[in-house]
């Protein structure tokens, strides 16, 4: 599969996993204050957008070892997501609401370049060759 496909697909994939973050966190805005609610709706959708990339961006088998990894593909999006969410809430005057959107957008790209380096590696690392002589 070319990357150019795996981008869209994964475009997809984010659409989807946005919807589900988004829906938990309108959901627990209800209960949670609005950091409570997007660090919860995002360890949530989390591992939705695992077994989606595994299975339908990157046509990859999931295994413990790339679940393990994953959260270092959400690493970066949850710290420019989380970063954003509260300059545009506390410093911007945004509103809570529509924050999360605005700064999920930004952390696309890097959560790409990330993902696709995790997803796609060996699950067990290349011999090495000893050289003789």
């Not at 790339?66 to 545009?88: D, E, R, S």
């Amino acid at each position: 599969m070319t990357v150019k496909a795996q981008m869209a697909r994964f475009a997809l994939v984010g659409a989807v996993n946005t919807g589900t973050y988004y829906g938990c966190y309108l959901a627990l805005l209800h209960w949670l204050p609005y950091m409570a609610a997007h660090v919860l709706a995002f360890a949530l959708s989390m591992t939705g957008s695992f077994f989606l990339n595994s299975y339908f961006t990157y046509r990859t088998r999931p295994t413990w070892r790339k679940f393990l990894l994953f959260p270092l593909t959400n690493a970066a999006n949850f710290v420019i997501t989380t970063g954003g969410v509260y300059l545009l809430v506390d410093l911007a005057g945004f509103s809570s609401r529509y924050a999360p959107l605005v700064a999920a957008a930004a952390a696309i790209p890097i959560t790409f370049v990330v993902s696709r380096a995790i997803m796609l590696r060996p699950d067990t690392p290349p011999k090495s060759v000893e050289r003789v002589g």
